[in-house]
């Protein structure tokens, strides 16, 4: 698992997911600068969102970029490359100001596209049932998100993290049966 190397825009990710409404002084104050730093790379508090977003984007498009199939399609790689990176997509996907930014919404679109591949390929492969791919996605990134989180908080140990998420969404939670 590669951790990519924490940068301005990673570490304002993480404030402004533990506080949305932070202000420019809260995070060059995280980042270790002052905000006339702060302010010399970005002149606005949305010129900054708008470059942790495109961050994020780049850092899951390098998560799924190549994914190799495999006997589980891929899932356990896809979920290895996305856990690290939870900060910066749990800034996008609960940043709704972005839902209406074309350029944002394209790369998006064309993101998860490429996860959307490697559920489905594990569809193809007999690892899951078939379901429509907007529940495939959406339940996946749901355990990213949670298992994303919980590293963060110090709740969930960063390798055991995808062995959770790759069991949960395999399996569920629900007592086996026999």
């Given amino acids: ?18 506080d949305p409404a932070a202000s420019l002084a809260q995070v060059a104050r995280a980042a270790g600068i002052g905000r006339t730093t702060l302010h010399k790379h970005y002149a606005t508090r949305d010129d900054l969102l708008y470059a942790v977003a495109h961050r994020a984007l780049e850092l899951w498009e390098g998560a799924v970029s190549s994914i190799p199939d495999g006997p589980d399609g891929g899932l ?24 209406h930014v074309v350029e944002i919404n394209d790369r998006w679109k064309a993101v998860e596209a490429r996860g959307l591949a490697v559920l489905q390929r594990a569809e193809a492969h007999g690892v899951l049932r078939t379901a429509p791919p907007w529940w495939l996605l959406q339940t996946f990134y749901s355990l990213i998100y949670v298992a994303a989180e919980s590293v963060l908080n110090g709740k969930l140990a960063p390798a ?19």
């Fill in 76 to 99: 356990r790689t896809l979920a290895e490359a996305m856990i690290p990176i939870g900060p910066q997509l749990e800034f996008l996907w609960r940043t709704p100001a972005f839902d």
């Fill in 160 to 178: 055991d993290a995808p062995d959770l998420v790759l069991s949960t969404f395999l399996t569920g939670l629900g007592k086996d049966p026999a």
């Fill in 1 to 18: 698992m590669i951790v990519p190397t924490r940068t301005l825009l990673d570490i304002a990710a993480e404030v402004l997911v533990t």
